[in-house]
């Protein structure tokens, strides 16, 4: 059963701005290193951004510069504020526990960076 509900994607232009949210629910975030991680098809799911237990970030190089990732332990909440976007950056993303993964939401599309 999903934990994590995912949302806010959309098509974009390319050098845009898209804030994505994952909804955890009941599920206490806040005991746990989260991360953003995206697949595109055929391709590994790869952890893009992760925020660790006491609010230290860190990036994978293709997103470094250009997302934020921010939690919200009152609101059992991650985001994922991406400026900057580019076309590389199309896939489903997904939000979950940074090494132990549980059962992954339905992600959020970033369709298209035209």
């Known amino acids: 059963q999903a934990q994590f509900l995912e949302i806010g994607g959309a098509e974009v232009q390319s050098g845009g701005s898209l804030r994505l949210s994952c909804l955890a629910g009941?599920?206490?975030?806040?005991?746990?290193?989260m991360g953003w991680y995206r697949r595109v098809p055929g391709q590994a799911r790869e952890l893009v951004a992760r925020?660790?237990?006491?609010?230290?970030?860190n990036y994978g190089p293709p997103v470094e510069g250009r997302f934020t990732i921010s939690r919200d332990n009152a609101k059992n909440a991650i985001y994922l504020q991406m400026d900057d976007v580019k076309p590389e950056d199309t896939a489903v993303y997904s939000c979950n526990i940074v090494g132990s993964a549980i059962s992954w939401g339905p992600g959020t599309q970033v369709p298209k960076v035209s």
């Open positions: 009941a599920f206490p975030i806040a005991m746990y290193e």
């Open positions: 925020v660790d237990t006491s609010d230290r970030k």
